[in-house]
T-cell receptor
Framework: QKEVEQNSGPLSVPEGAIASLNCTYS??????FFWYRQYSGKSPELIMS????GDKEDGRFTAQLNKASQYVSLLIRDSQPSDSATYLC???????????FGPGTSLSVIP | EPEVTQTPSHQVTQMGQEVILRCVPI?????FYWYRQILGQKVEFLVS????????KSEIFDDQFSVERPDGSNFTLKIRSTKLEDSAMYFC?????????FGPGTRLTVL
């Protein structure tokens, strides 16, 4: 059974702080890794994708991947109240394979 | 920006009734998916579809479920005889080589 694990939270950070979200996955053959943001009652919205070890930055977001440790993380710098949502870590075996989601981490940014 | 659309946004049905959920994937995408999310739980894969046939299905996708691409644009999920436990958000997704885009979802309520 392929699993994606995340701390469920809630994670609370003050506005302007760095939020750090972590994820581990069980399937070593996974090649594609994603972070989605989901607001209550809405669909998942892609924030970042990462495919190779190391860091990938996009604006205030940085994704980090360590395939040897089967670990993915997301850093959100200068957190804003609008970042308050559930963050879903997801992995895929190939470019065309289904995406397997973790349970999500609830983030609350306190003004 | 192109997007995945889904109709209806909310469907209420009686147990035992058939429902059809509709999706219009992004036009140049070739891989299509259905996922569901029971309230408070993680997003779960149901089925993937490519080249007019199912490429993979999960244990959830039993004989009560079927998918179809009746024309060049629509992608449908049919539940033949709904159960109370089918109540969930159903998300359609379509994919390019590296990114899966989700529709806004259909909330299915089975009474």
């Amino acid at each position: 059974q392929k699993e994606v694990e995340q701390n469920s939270g809630p994670l609370s950070v003050p506005e302007g702080a760095i939020a750090s979200l972590n994820c581990t996955y069980s399937d070593r053959v996974s090649q594609s890794f994603f972070w989605y943001r989901q607001y209550s009652g809405k669909s998942p919205e892609l924030i970042m994708s990462i495919y190779s070890n190391g860091d990938k930055e996009d604006g205030r977001f940085t994704a980090q991947l360590n395939k040897a440790s089967q670990y993915v993380s997301l850093l959100i710098r200068d957190s804003q109240p609008s970042d308050s949502a559930t963050y879903l870590c997801a992995v895929s075996e190939t470019s065309y394979d289904k995406v397997i989601f973790g349970p999500g981490t609830s983030l609350s940014v306190i003004p | 920006e192109p997007e995945v659309t889904q109709t209806p946004s909310h469907q209420v049905t009686q147990m035992g009734q058939e429902v059809i959920l509709r999706c219009v994937p992004i036009s140049n995408h070739l891989y299509f998916y259905w996922y569901r999310q029971i309230l408070g739980q993680k997003v779960e894969f149901l089925v993937s579809f490519y080249n007019n046939e199912i490429s993979e299905k999960s244990e959830i996708f039993d004989d009560q479920f079927s998918v179809e691409r009746p024309d060049g644009s629509n992608f449908t999920l049919k539940i033949r005889s709904t159960k109370l436990e089918d109540s969930a958000m159903y998300f359609c997704a379509s994919r390019t080589t590296d990114t899966q885009y989700f529709g806004p979802g259909t909330r299915l309520t089975v009474l």
